[in-house]
């Protein structure tokens, strides 16, 4: 595992774990790893990973990137303790797991002052509008702040290459925008019961947020979003002495619902030298929640979907391979093409219709018998299009399957050339020539079948090169989840 680790500046010490995906590094509060350097673009360059390696590249900024003082012309394979410079900032590139990647039960200290939750504003989300200001209350924030962190969180949270890190995302935001000392999510988990931080996300590094374990438990149970004032700003707690001495925190806890059953909850502290959260603090972080949840949901029910399709796909297509003896020729050539698509950076759009698309790559000549010249090819290819036409999902997917056998040099059934060709299709030809020269030719093993398709003029040579160290690293033989 390897991380990158902010060297200087207002983030010094922020670090993030570099996988299976790309992270950017640039001073929008979207990218990766955000960085406040005047000299940084908003996207400023890009970390990815090929074969198991990681390289860095500049995303077209306007005052370049610097490795170990040097000026990247080009994608450069990093090296543990390279220095990635962007203006003023460093960033090292060393191995290990970042801290905030680490057990985010590790990172947190509870406090389960009584004197707290007796003195804390507590109702349904469903009640907010009957909520009573306290009398000389202030006047109500700039309602156009509210509306950009919510558009910032939908924008987020519907971003089909942020899959993994979009609620992550979510709550650097409320961090930085509400502002926020901590913002965390809960989630109960499934072998103890208990409820666990799943994310946790601070200011700065150092800090290790206290948490109310009382106001936490009492949101999740009774379903009810809690609002704490700091007492020194806050009128509705003047005759509570003890919470003044104490100086406790402003916290703000609501509910995380998925699809209408309550899985957890969201919830943001200030320190005691900071204004307390307000009302409106409190609609909004309820407002942002709600949208995790949809989100939460919409993903559940899409992969939910998304697996009855695949499950139904791939018994037919077991079945059909077993008529030909070339049982398991479909799933194969579907891991292979995610681990390409994976490898290339690929969005989750893409990797699933080349999962599909892979796992059909051979139906339109098992649906025929006999299918060998490009005629018929082309003919069976539209006979089980018709077969499927009425399965929606697949719309996207036949184009591709099309291409299937296609080669760069035009020598393919439909004679399309280089220019014609987009890169999902050369994942997908690469692949389905790989399997079925296994399947054809099984004495003639992986890297001599790579090797002879590599000095095939009809095959990407990047591709080729993706694949051999995709055979190399083991990941063309691993899971198909995307």
């Given at each position: 595992?390897s991380?990158?680790r902010?060297?200087?500046?207002?983030y010094r010490?922020?670090?993030?774990?570099?996988?299976?995906?790309?992270?950017?590094?640039?001073?929008?509060?979207?990218?990766?790893v955000?960085?406040?350097?005047?000299?940084a673009?908003?996207?400023?360059?890009?970390?990815?990973?090929?074969?198991?390696?990681?390289?860095?590249?500049?995303?077209d900024?306007?005052?370049?990137?610097?490795v170990?003082?040097?000026?990247l012309?080009?994608?450069?394979?990093?090296?543990?303790?390279?220095v990635?410079?962007i203006?003023?900032?460093?960033?090292?590139?060393e191995?290990?797991?970042?801290l905030?990647?680490e057990?985010?039960?590790?990172?947190?200290?509870?406090?389960?002052?009584?004197?707290?939750?007796?003195?804390?504003?507590?109702?349904?989300i469903?009640?907010l509008?009957?909520i009573?200001?306290?009398?000389?209350?202030?006047?109500?924030k700039?309602?156009?702040?509210?509306?950009?962190?919510?558009?910032?969180?939908?924008?987020?949270?519907?971003d089909?290459?942020?899959?993994?890190?979009r609620?992550?995302?979510?709550?650097d935001?409320?961090?930085?925008?509400?502002?926020s000392?901590?913002?965390?999510?809960?989630?109960?988990?499934?072998?103890?019961?208990?409820?666990?931080?799943?994310?946790?996300?601070?200011?700065?590094?150092?800090?290790?947020p206290?948490?109310?374990?009382?106001?936490v438990?009492?949101t999740?149970?009774?379903?009810?979003?809690?609002?704490?004032?700091?007492?020194?700003?806050d009128?509705?707690?003047?005759?509570?002495a003890?919470?003044?001495?104490?100086?406790?925190?402003?916290?703000?806890?609501v509910?995380?619902a998925?699809?209408?059953?309550?899985?957890g909850?969201?919830?943001?502290?200030?320190g005691s030298?900071?204004p307390?959260?307000?009302?409106?603090?409190?609609?909004?972080?309820?407002?942002?929640?709600?949208?995790?949840?949809?989100?939460?949901?919409?993903?559940?029910?899409r992969?939910?979907?998304?697996?009855?399709?695949?499950?139904?796909l791939?018994?037919?297509?077991?079945?059909l391979?077993?008529?030909?003896?070339?049982?398991?020729s479909g799933?194969?050539?579907?891991?292979?093409?995610?681990?390409?698509?994976?490898?290339?950076?690929?969005?989750?759009?893409?990797?699933?219709?080349?999962r599909?698309?892979?796992l059909?790559?051979?139906?339109?000549?098992?649906?025929?018998a006999?299918?060998?010249?490009?005629s018929?090819?082309?003919?069976?290819?539209?006979?089980?299009e018709?077969?499927?036409?009425?399965?929606?999902?697949?719309?996207?997917?036949?184009?591709?399957?099309?291409?299937?056998?296609?080669?760069?040099?035009?020598?393919?059934?439909?004679?399309?050339?280089d220019?014609?060709?987009?890169?999902?299709?050369r994942v997908?030809?690469?692949?389905?020539?790989?399997?079925?020269?296994?399947?054809?030719?099984?004495?003639?093993?992986a890297?001599?079948?790579i090797?002879?398709?590599?000095?095939?003029p009809?095959?990407?040579?990047?591709?080729?090169?993706l694949?051999h160290?995709?055979?190399?690293?083991?990941?063309?033989?691993?899971?198909?989840?995307v």
């Amino acid at each position: 595992m390897s991380k990158l680790r902010i060297l200087n500046g207002p983030y010094r010490g922020r670090e993030k774990t570099v996988a299976d995906k790309s992270v950017t590094i640039g001073r929008d509060a979207e990218a990766g790893v955000q960085i406040l350097d005047r000299s940084a673009s908003r996207f400023h360059c890009e970390v990815f990973p090929v074969g198991g390696m990681f390289f860095v590249k500049d995303l077209d900024s306007k005052n370049g990137t610097y490795v170990n003082d040097e000026r990247l012309t080009d994608e450069e394979l990093l090296r543990v303790g390279d220095v990635i410079k962007i203006g003023t900032t460093e960033l090292l590139f060393e191995t290990g797991t970042a801290l905030a990647d680490e057990s985010s039960s590790d990172r947190i200290a509870y406090n389960d002052d009584p004197d707290l939750l007796s003195n804390t504003l507590e109702f349904r989300i469903d009640e907010l509008s009957d909520i009573s200001e306290p009398t000389d209350s202030t006047p109500p924030k700039d309602g156009s702040k509210g509306l950009r962190i919510l558009y910032q969180v939908g924008k987020l949270l519907t971003d089909p290459q942020q899959t993994g890190d979009r609620e992550a995302r979510v709550l650097d935001l409320l961090v930085q925008r509400m502002p926020s000392e901590a913002a965390l999510i809960f989630r109960r988990d499934t072998g103890s019961g208990k409820l666990v931080p799943g994310l946790v996300r601070t200011s700065a590094p150092h800090i290790h947020p206290v948490i109310s374990r009382s106001i936490v438990k009492k949101t999740f149970t009774e379903n009810k979003a809690l609002h704490s004032a700091n007492a020194q700003d806050d009128e509705r707690f003047d005759r509570h002495a003890s919470i003044m001495s104490k100086g406790i925190r402003s916290v703000i806890c609501v509910p995380l619902a998925v699809g209408g059953v309550t899985r957890g909850v969201v919830y943001l502290c200030r320190g005691s030298g900071q204004p307390a959260f307000d009302q409106f603090d409190l609609e909004l972080v309820s407002a942002c929640s709600i949208q995790i949840g949809l989100a939460q949901h919409a993903d559940e029910e899409r992969r939910h979907h998304r697996a009855t399709l695949l499950q139904v796909l791939t018994t037919m297509i077991r079945a059909l391979e077993t008529r030909e003896n070339r049982v398991g020729s479909g799933e194969r050539c579907s891991r292979a093409c995610v681990a390409l698509a994976m490898g290339l950076r690929l969005n989750l759009e893409s990797r699933e219709r080349l999962r599909i698309a892979g796992l059909l790559h051979h139906f339109p000549m098992m649906t025929l018998a006999g299918v060998s010249t490009d005629s018929g090819f082309i003919n069976a290819t539209s006979k089980a299009e018709t077969l499927l036409e009425n399965i929606n999902d697949l719309d996207g997917v036949w184009p591709l399957v099309r291409l299937a056998r296609e080669r760069l040099d035009g020598t393919g059934p439909l004679h399309l050339g280089d220019a014609e060709l987009d890169v999902e299709a050369r994942v997908l030809q690469a692949c389905a020539a790989f399997e079925a020269k296994l399947v054809d030719e099984p004495g003639f093993g992986a890297d001599g079948i790579i090797e002879a398709l590599t000095a095939n003029p009809g095959f990407d040579p990047q591709v080729m090169k993706l694949l051999h160290s995709c055979h190399l690293d083991g990941s063309l033989y691993g899971s198909s989840g995307v």
